[in-house]
């Protein structure tokens, strides 16, 4: 069954290339597309386009199928090109004429986009709260943490003091960023583009309103040409916002797959969280954090390929449009998985306390040191001059009882503060 079926049939290689792997996406998409057909039918009774009893009894049929989404008993077979069709097949089979009268006052491209719309709110509503997990998690181990300095680097050379309780706290707060593309992402999916129909409106004297408030949306995508241009717009702003999140995470796994080399003997998990290798009894590999760190990065690629798909298109619909639902639902599991897993497996990090008594490490003070120098009345420059011959020649003796105070520092984290701001954001 097809929405523009005219009663000819196309041919079955146009029909497997258009359709695509559109029914896979659609079991995801389809309880959306009963939400929102439940309130187009109460709109077209509300405005006497059919009877009260016919939007009652779609709605009661509409609530059996989403009953099925629900219980994953749901279905499209190949006879029907999408969820629509088979939404709409199984209200005709069942309230005959009724169920016919589904489809008015609306096409199939505004019930994309509205069951696009509804679902990305709720990705991004979850997505945020995993966020919020993972945000909770990494303050609790900076304040867990606080005091364990930790070796700081530039160039990936020794630079400066660092400590646990800072490298935690800074993804932390990072976090906070991401999450600011997050609600921006969820601020235009907000805007109910149901009634824009095929792009262009309807003769109908529908009331957009009343899906709005019914469906739970902020507002309207007011303007029916816009609402249409909105296709591709919702995804691509969703992908920069999970594509933000990513660049945190994908760093993160690096600094941990980093840190965990024998090399570098920062931290460690328990051997539950690592995998061994074929023919080296040794080996404790980071393979979580590695596909952490590649599927991050593939998500980053995301948004790129959004524009390319929707670069330079006019207004209106074009078959196009299809492919980014293929790019932006697979990439939302995979944004949801690599959270859960670095949620999961951060639970579970040992950090080695004596990192810095490796003698290599001395170098770390320098800076500070050469600052207590100055602190005596010493003209910063004179004082890099004298560090620098100490080095030079081997005589540098570091100053290791360190002070740090400002914000943001070792010695002050602001953990609090950070806290507050997340707080903040989810108020």
């Known amino acids: 069954m097809k929405l523009w079926d005219k009663g000819f049939s196309t041919d079955k290689k146009i029909d497997n290339f258009t359709v695509g792997n559109d029914r896979e996406l659609d079991l995801v998409l389809a309880k959306y597309d009963v939400i929102a057909s439940k309130a187009h039918a109460k709109m077209l009774s509300k405005v006497e386009l059919i009877s009260e009893s016919e939007a009652n009894a779609l709605v009661k049929e509409l609530e059996i199928i989403n009953q099925s989404i629900e219980k994953g008993e749901f279905t499209i077979e190949d006879s029907f090109e999408d969820m629509h069709s088979k939404i709409e097949f199984l209200l005709t089979e069942k309230l005959g004429d009724t169920g016919k009268k589904i489809h008015t006052a609306r096409s199939r491209n505004d019930q994309v986009l509205v069951a696009m719309h509804l679902y990305l709110k709720d990705e991004l509503t979850e997505i945020k709260g995993m966020v919020k997990s993972l945000f909770d998690l990494l303050l609790k181990l900076a304040e867990k943490h606080e005091k364990v300095l930790l070796p700081g680097y530039t160039h990936l050379q020794i630079a400066m003091p660092s400590s646990f309780g800072l490298w935690f706290s800074a993804y932390a707060e990072s976090l906070i960023d991401d999450l600011y593309f997050i609600k921006a992402a969820y601020k235009i999916a907000d805007q109910n583009p149901l009634g824009s129909a095929a792009g262009y409106g309807s003769s109908f004297p529908i009331d957009r309103s009343f899906t709005t408030q019914e469906m739970g949306f902020e507002t309207l995508k007011y303007n029916v040409v816009a609402a249409q241009m909105g296709r591709g717009k919702v995804e691509k702003a969703t992908a920069f916002g999970i594509s933000s999140i990513a660049s945190t995470l994908s760093k993160l796994a690096m600094d941990i797959t980093v840190y965990m080399s024998q090399n570098f003997d920062f931290i460690s998990f328990p051997d539950k969280l690592t995998t061994g290798s074929s023919i080296m009894p040794h080996k404790k590999?980071?393979?979580?954090?590695?596909?952490?760190?590649?599927?991050?990065?593939?998500?980053?690629?995301?948004?790129?390929?959004?524009?390319?798909?929707?670069?330079?298109?006019?207004?209106?619909?074009?078959?196009?449009?299809?492919?980014?639902?293929?790019?932006?639902?697979?990439?939302?599991?995979?944004?949801?998985?690599?959270?859960?897993?670095?949620?999961?497996?951060?639970?579970?990090?040992?950090?080695?306390?004596?990192?810095?008594?490796?003698?290599?490490?001395?170098y770390l003070f320098s800076v500070d040191t050469l600052n207590e120098m100055v602190k005596n009345g010493m003209p910063f420059r004179d004082a890099y001059k004298t560090m620098g011959k100490a080095i030079e020649n081997g005589n540098f003796k570091p100053k290791k009882d360190i002070s740090h105070s400002h914000e943001g520092s070792l010695g002050n984290l602001c953990l609090e503060d950070i806290k507050e701001k997340m707080n903040n954001f989810l108020s």
């Open 285 to 362: 590999n980071p393979d979580v954090f590695e596909l952490v760190r590649a599927k991050c990065n593939k998500i980053q690629a995301i948004p790129n390929q959004l524009i390319l798909i929707t670069n330079n298109l006019p207004s209106g619909y074009h078959r196009d449009l299809q492919l980014v639902k293929e790019v932006i639902v697979p990439a939302l599991q995979d944004m949801k998985a690599c959270l859960e897993i670095l949620t999961f497996s951060l639970k579970e990090i040992k950090i080695n306390k004596d990192v810095l008594k490796d003698p290599k490490y001395d």
